[in-house]
Every structure is written in structure tokens, then in C-alpha cells.
């Protein structure tokens, strides 16, 4: 299953610094880019189909890093 989050930023330059730390973490099955223009930040990955999945609480507490806030 595929999940996709949004993550909106104070300024497009911490936008861009959240992008580059997902992208950097070498995990394969996670993409980011910038989403509709420089503030938000869309991340996709695929939901792992046996036990408890932990990704999204870790976007998130990354995105809170930067002081980005989960859009959808």
C-alpha cells in the first residue's frame, strides 16, 4: 500500500533542507519533492504490510525538526 504525506515549512530554503535529509537517508522506498512551489514538501513510500509500519511517526517528528507541521 502506498502512502503519500504532505509537510508544509516556514520557508522554502527549510523546505529544501527536510527534502535533502529524507532523500539522504538511502532508503529505497521512500520518495520526497518539493510540492507545489517551495513551502510544502510531498513524501511518498509504501506502507509495510506486516506489522507496525514506524515511517510516518518518524517523517514526522523529522518534519518537526525543521518546524514543519503534516498538510495532509
Known amino acids: 500500500m502506498q502512502n503519500q504525506i504532505i509537510y508544509q515549512f516556514p ?3 527549510v523546505a529544501n533542507r527536510f527534502l535533502n535529509d529524507v532523500n539522504s537517508e538511502q532508503r529505497p522506498n521512500i520518495k520526497a ?15 509495510a504490510d506486516t506489522g507496525f ?6 517523517l514526522d517528528d523529522l518534519a518537526s525538526k525543521y518546524e514543519g507541521e503534516e498538510v495532509s
Open 11 to 13: 520557508s522554502g530554503q
Open 33 to 47: 519533492k518539493l510540492y507545489r512551489g517551495s513551502l510544502k514538501v510531498q513524501v511518498t513510500y509504501q506502507y
Open 53 to 58: 509500519d514506524s515511517t510516518s511517526a518518524e
